[in-house]
């Protein structure tokens, strides 16, 4: 028996309808999906729920993650600052295609300002079916994990 995909959702308050279409429809595709908020349109700080994602998708607590602000950039630059993060902002299907298949991203950022919940669930739907390509691509992404790895040690003072 397979397990099932796990994502891990959460937005800010512009983001949060389309945070809740876009769970919804993954949950209708058969994926596990854990939302971790917020759970009303009251106005909240993105960095906060972009962390929550980012550290679960990091801790392999979630296969991958899903952040919704009003254009996906917020979200995406707060995301990337936990290690092991590539969260990419794709409000189209190309650039979802792409953050896949060469760039290995496990968080997709989108923009609630600027993707209706039809274009919403087109992008889910490619950046979800790609598969990473690897290759000369690998070899990339693995100068990303040494910048992680590089920037994001303890130092003493």
Known sequence: MSRRVKIAVASDHVGWALKAKVGDYLRSKGFDVEDYGPTTPESVDYPDYAEKVAVSVAAKGADFGVLVCGTGLGVAIAANKVPGIRA??????????????????????????????????????????????GGRHARRVEKIAHIDTRNHTERSR
């Open 88 to 133: 990419a902002t794709c409000n189209d299907t190309i650039s979802a295609y792409f953050a896949r298949a060469h760039n290995d991203a496990n968080v997709l950022a989108l923009g609630g300002r600027l993707a209706d919940e039809a274009t919403a669930r087109k992008i889910v739907d490619v950046w979800l079916s790609t598969e990473f390509e």
